[in-house]
Nanobody, 114 residues
Framework: QVQLVESGGGLVQPGGSLRLSCVVSGSFFSISNRGWYRQAPGKQRELVARLTRDGFAIYADSVKGRFTISRDNAKNTVYLQMNSLKPEDTAVYYC????????WGQGTQVTVSS
């Protein structure tokens, strides 16, 4: 059983920063990708950033230059550093890891508002 636990969400003013963390625990054979997705009210879940096993990062156009995905293998943790936040970044953010199977966290709310 694989578990993903996100943290770090909250309320922030436009232009502010947050860092999301996702701790991955449990038994799994191989992870191909680690990623962050988000879902705003009334919208479909979308990819925010993905980190491949080789360390190659992919970002949604809307967050390029503002968000950075990283990992700490020793801590089994994936991070999403979010800078210059905008109201349109408001959403529930989900952590995902996948290989042969795909696993999701429970989500953490990020609200950008003045």
């Amino acid at each position: 059983q694989v578990q993903l636990v996100e943290s770090g969400g909250g309320l922030v003013q436009p232009g502010g920063s947050l860092r999301l963390s996702c701790v991955v625990s449990g038994s799994f054979f191989s992870i191909s990708n680690r990623g962050w997705y988000r879902q705003a009210p009334g919208k479909q879940r979308e990819l925010v950033a993905r980190l491949t096993r080789d360390g190659f990062a992919i970002y949604a156009d809307s967050v390029k230059g503002r968000f950075t995905i990283s990992r700490d293998n020793a801590k089994n943790t994936v991070y999403l550093q979010m800078n210059s936040l905008k109201p349109e970044d408001t959403a529930v953010y989900y952590c995902n890891v996948n290989g042969a199977l795909s696993f999701w966290g429970q989500g953490t709310q990020v609200t950008v508002s003045s």
